[in-house]
């Protein structure tokens, strides 16, 4: 066992402990602590897949910007414990069954047919991170031009859709 | 030295609870969580491909999968706190105003 495999296990039984984590607790303020956990850990992967830039996006956006308005919103609302009431007493057992076997059978054919052939990075091929940016920059503001000024145009509709959802109609009754 | 098909695997175990939480939780806010836990095991697969290919394709992909989640947390917050403040209750079994 080299020390990236051990590195490896470790962070990723941390991963699914806090995935399972955010499934499980009752309370939701709980599970978005968890799931932060674990996209940290994910950023934590990505440094080690030689991804900086993807790393520190992960960061700044998941874990900072998008989780934060989560527990905004669970705060807000106070509505961070539902009463448990189970309107269908066999969905739960058909859930959890039908998700293992799509694991398995995800697993089945990714392994055996959808994937590349080797290893990943090993750490001694040290990625520097001004390289992957500069290279990230290149390709999104040539290759990819026009989905990246797209993505700026959904970013544009969906302030905008966020913000007269919200706000209160002029003329509507108090 | 870690193989591909343990990132694989983590993968779809990642993905595999976001989808057991959509179907098992009631409470939307939760729902929601889980489908970005979704959307991260869909990066990471991918981050992990790009990594083998050696090729800033996969790395761009995620890049744009994560401008399209703020986009997508932003307007669904938005839409369960419209839903909260009609109904005072975020569970999904009391959204049937549809059904006839």
Known sequence: MTLDLILFLFLSLIAIASAFGMLLSRNAVYSALFLVLNFVTVAVFYLLLGAPFIAMAQVTVYAGAIMVLFLFVIMLLGADELPKAQVLPWQKPLAIALAVILAVEATFLLVTKARPAGDVLQPETVINSMDNLREMGMSLFSTYLLPFEVTSILLLVAMVGAIVLTKKEKGAQK | ?100
């Open chain 2, 1 to 100: 030295m870690v193989p591909i098909n343990y990132y694989i695997i983590l993968s779809a175990i990642l993905f595999t609870i976001g989808v057991t939480g959509v179907l098992i939780r009631r409470n939307a806010l939760i729902i929601f969580m889980s489908i970005e836990l979704m959307l991260n095991a869909a990066n990471l697969a991918m981050v992990a491909f790009s990594s083998v290919l050696k090729s800033f394709s996969g790395q761009i992909f995620v890049f744009f999968v994560i401008a399209v989640a703020a986009a997508e947390v932003a307007v669904g917050l938005a839409l369960i706190v419209e839903i909260f403040k009609s109904k005072r209750s975020i569970d999904v079994d009391q959204m049937s105003s549809l059904k006839g």
